[in-house]
Antibody, heavy 118, light 106 residues
Framework: QVQLQESGPGLVKPSETLSLTCTVSRGSIRNYYWSWIRQPPGKGLEWIGYIYHSGSTNYNPSLKSRVTISVDTSKNQFSLKLSSVNAADTAVYFC????????????WGQGTLVTVSS | DIQMTQSPSSLSASVGDRVTITCRASQAISNDLGWYQQKPGKAPKRLIYSASSLQSGVPSRFSGSGSGTEFTLTISNLQPEDFATYYCLQHNSYRTFGQGTKVEIK
């Protein structure tokens, strides 16, 4: 079955840009939507945005001004950039797959903790 | 934006109990709702999609119902491995999670 794995720095300084990549294995990135979701320590889940394999995107309005999600179909990867981070962006970041029908988020990565601190 | 109000925020139950968790959407979302289970340190796991469809491999003691603005997750015959936090998620417009329900052992 498909597997997702997040990768990227675990520590980012305030005001800098958080960058993460999700690698999809045992399946194609084509014909699905791919999302980023985050969870601050001890808190609930927040959807950040998604990208289709064609490159079309949709972002959470509360984060839209700071978020860019991109896709590299040749590497079966998609990426997240979150600019101007602050302590409130400290969270576990998950990537997840969205089928085009039958609900969303059927497969998830294990998550990666990103801490924003100087 | 669509808001999801999930209740209760926590509950205590015993093995064998029947548990019900509710989510209310701030506007009608058809059946664009899923339910997820999360255990500490793990990614969420999808239990229910399209409000009432059981994810493959998920035990039949989990069931979902509802449409429009009111949705329910029911766990019948609660098992030890079911103690976890449960989230609803709407995907009718953007995606919004409920605040979560922590199911604890009584």
């Amino acid at each position: 079955q498909v597997q997702l794995q997040e990768s990227g720095p675990g520590l980012v300084k305030p005001s800098e840009t958080l960058s993460l990549t999700c690698t999809v294995s045992r399946g194609s990135i084509r014909n699905y939507y791919w999302s980023w979701i985050r969870q601050p320590p001890g808190k609930g889940l927040e959807w950040i945005g998604y990208i289709y394999h064609s490159g079309s995107t949709n972002y959470n309005p509360s984060l839209k001004s700071r978020v860019t999600i991109s896709v590299d179909t040749s590497k079966n990867q998609f990426s997240l950039k979150l600019s101007s981070v602050n302590a409130a962006d400290t969270a576990v970041y998950f990537c997840a797959r969205e089928p085009t029908s039958g609900g969303v988020f059927d497969y998830w990565g294990q998550g990666t903790l990103v801490t924003v601190s100087s | 934006d669509i808001q999801m109000t999930q209740s209760p925020s926590s509950l205590s139950a015993s093995v064998g109990d029947r548990v019900t968790i509710t989510c209310r959407a701030s506007q009608a979302i058809s059946n664009d709702l899923g339910w997820y289970q999360q255990k500490p340190g793990k990614a969420p796991k999808r239990l229910i999609y399209s409000a009432s469809s059981l994810q493959s491999g998920v035990p039949s003691r989990f069931s979902g119902s509802g449409s429009g603005t009111e949705f329910t997750l029911t766990i019948s015959n609660l098992q030890p491995e079911d103690f976890a936090t449960y989230y609803c998620l709407q995907h009718n417009s953007y995606r919004t999670f409920g605040q979560g329900t922590k199911v604890e052992i009584k």
